[in-house]
């Protein structure tokens, strides 16, 4: 597979910062459609990630965001292959992963981006490996 990130991913990614209020982070992806926002800091660089799982959290919604959001966010640059995503997605059971250039967030993949690819069918299908037959004697 040749697919770059950048070929697929969201390049219109919508971020916010740990200040923003949780109603401000749930009206959002709510008005976009969108199931995780990147929470940025003041020089673009991911601090965090808030997913749908965590906007569903009871909080009160004047809360900062900070308060939700997921600390440990995965990046990666959108020049690397979309099977790195892939992996990172299936090691960690995850289905968003930001994207980064120069450590700033450009967009986000999703698994929903990955299934795109395979339905359109814009893959190589790997050969299964040869099974060596026993011969009898």
């Known amino acids: 597979m040749n697919v770059k990130i950048a070929d697929l991913m969201a390049k219109r990614v919508i971020t916010a910062q740990p200040h923003h209020s949780v109603d401000h982070i749930r009206g959002i992806m709510e008005r976009n459609r969108i199931h995780a926002v990147p929470i940025v800091g003041p020089d673009g660089e991911a601090e965090g990630i808030v997913t749908t799982a965590d906007a569903a959290r009871k909080l009160k919604g004047e809360s ?3 308060r939700i959001m997921s600390e440990r966010v995965f990046c ?10 892939a992996r990172i997605m299936r090691k960690h059971k995850i289905h968003h992963v930001v994207v980064t250039h ?3 967030v450009v967009g986000i993949i999703s698994s929903f981006d990955l299934l795109r690819l395979v339905e359109g069918h814009r893959f190589a299908m790997k050969q299964a490996p040869a099974t060596q037959r026993k011969r009898s004697r």
Do not use: F, G, H
């Open 102 to 104: 120069e450590k700033k």
């Open 76 to 85: 990666v640059p959108a020049y690397n292959d979309v099977s790195k995503a």
């Open 64 to 66: 900062p965001v900070k």
